[in-house]
């Protein structure tokens, strides 16, 4: 009878040694999951910001060239208006010193 009881009181030590250690590897899992939860989250906000990043200069140099093409489209007018106003003040002239001769 002894024996038995010994044999009982072993298996509920040995239970017991069986619960605790799930319970240590259940908070190690727990451990684990959260760790890799927040590495997933810090690796997601720095692809973002990286993204968000890519976008904010692709939009510069988009906007860059356009101002450029807008600059360089302002030029040549500015200097095609500058060729008619000297054009036109060569004819000017000439119909100036035309009306004082006839005059």
């Keep these: 009878m002894e024996d038995v009881?010994?044999?009982i009181v072993e298996a509920e030590k040995e239970a017991e040694a069986r619960i605790e250690k799930a319970k240590q590897e259940a908070k190690e899992i727990i451990r684990t999951a959260k760790e890799e939860a927040?590495?997933?989250?810090?690796e997601t906000?720095?692809?973002a910001e990286e993204e968000s990043q890519n976008l904010i200069e692709k939009a510069r140099l988009e906007g860059e060239s356009e101002?450029?093409?807008i600059?360089?489209?302002g030029e040549k007018e500015i200097s095609s208006i500058r060729e008619k106003a000297e054009s036109n003040f060569e004819t000017a002239i000439q119909e100036a010193i035309?009306?004082?001769r006839g005059a």
């Design 5 to 7: 009881i010994k044999r």
């Design 38 to 42: 927040k590495r997933i989250e810090e």
């Design 45 to 47: 906000i720095r692809k």
């Design 67 to 69: 101002a450029k093409k």
């Design 71 to 73: 600059l360089e489209d």
């Design 98 to 100: 035309e009306l004082v």
